[in-house]
């Protein structure tokens, strides 16, 4: 079955280290997406990759790193800097043209707890 | 800048019909989607609206305004199992998905 999978579902770390959210997809999607989701704030996009080998900050990019360097895989590194880590954080993918429109398809999140 | 609009939460009855609202102000607009999300679980897709008018699928409906900058998500026949949360998205180009705050719909017996 094709979907997008993200572990682990839960993830406990401690304050001041870096720590890397996976995220994979066999949908062959060329376009993927992090948000994080925060109690009362719906999604709030971080970063978004159209193609391997690129990506663009979202809404939300400070403290965050990605990288895409297969098509299958987006992961999402938070570092120390971010402020305040703790969130549920959802992958999603979509195609990027063809159809009048896109559906963003999403993983089944991460939800990390930094200590 | 995008600005998205929707009721924080609702409550309804089942076998009721209720209407969950989105406005929104976007410096471009292509197309608005709902997606639904149980808690702490993914959101599904439910429904794209591009032109004006309502599209119906099944028990859920989509009714968008783009001169008012204005939709709705219609859901009829409740059930339990809808008690969920409502996500309003607008893309305004690209792939860029835009989303509310989401609306909390609780339905009760």
């Known amino acids: 079955d094709g979907g997008i999978t993200q572990s682990p579902k839960y993830l406990f770390r401690k304050e001041g280290q870096n720590v890397t959210l996976s995220c994979e997809q066999n949908l062959n999607h060329d376009a993927m997406y992090w948000y994080r989701q925060d109690p009362g704030q719906g999604l709030r996009l971080i970063y978004y990759s159209q193609i391997v080998n690129d990506f663009q900050k979202g809404d939300i990019a400070e403290g965050y790193s990605v990288s895409r360097e297969k098509k299958e895989s987006f992961p999402l590194t938070v570092t120390s800097a971010q402020k305040n880590p703790t969130a549920f954080y959802l992958c999603a993918s979509s195609i990027t043209s063809g159809r009048d429109h896109n559906e963003q398809f999403f993983g089944p999140g991460t939800r990390l707890t930094v200590l | 800048g995008q600005n998205i609009d929707q009721p924080t939460e609702m409550t309804a009855t089942e076998g009721a019909i209720v209407q969950i609202n989105c406005t929104y102000q976007t410096s471009g607009f292509n197309g608005l989607f709902w997606y639904q999300q149980h808690a702490g679980e993914a959101p599904t897709f439910l429904s794209y609206?591009?032109?004006?008018g309502l599209e119906e699928k099944g028990r859920f409906s989509s009714f968008l305004s783009r001169s008012k900058g204005y939709s709705y998500l219609l859901l009829k026949e409740l059930q339990m199992k809808d008690s969920a949360s409502y996500l309003c998205a607008v893309t305004g180009g690209g792939n860029k998905l835009t989303f509310g705050t989401g609306t909390q719909l609780k339905v009760e017996l």
């Open positions: 609206n591009v032109l004006d």
